[in-house]
Nanobody
């Protein structure tokens, strides 16, 4: 059974840091592209970061580049999103997803086959 579960969310002040984790079961993480998306209230889900299985290369949305870092631990079947210098506009529910059909990641929501339930991130003073 394919499952993804996010953890590590919470409330943080602007300028603070959080690290999100996505634990994956039912398949081997390093064979597929993994993405982090987020959705703020009243807005569409948007791509934040993703990692490819071919070379481990990462991509970032312009809004988070330089502040967020995505990584993976194949032994633990877990991917991470380190978020630094957080801003109020980073607030939202963060989801990890897996693309079973392509090895190179991209920021197209419809290409991801399975999603975790999401983790709330709130950046506020």
């Amino acid at each position: 059974q394919l499952q993804l579960v996010e953890s590590g969310g919470g409330l943080v002040q602007p300028g603070g840091s959080l690290r999100l984790s996505c634990a994956i079961s039912g398949f081997t993480l390093d064979h597929y592209a993994i993405g982090w998306f987020r959705q703020a209230p009243g807005q569409e889900r948007e791509g934040v970061s993703c990692i490819s299985s071919t070379d481990g290369g990462t991509r970032y949305a312009d809004s988070v580049k330089g502040r967020f870092t995505m990584s993976r631990d194949n032994a633990k079947n877990t991917v991470y999103l380190q978020m630094n210098a957080l801003k109020p506009e980073d607030t939202g529910v963060y989801y990890c997803g897996i693309d079973l059909g392509y090895l190179t990641c991209r920021f197209t929501e419809s290409t991801y086959d399975y999603w975790g339930p999401g983790a709330q991130v709130t950046v506020s003073s």
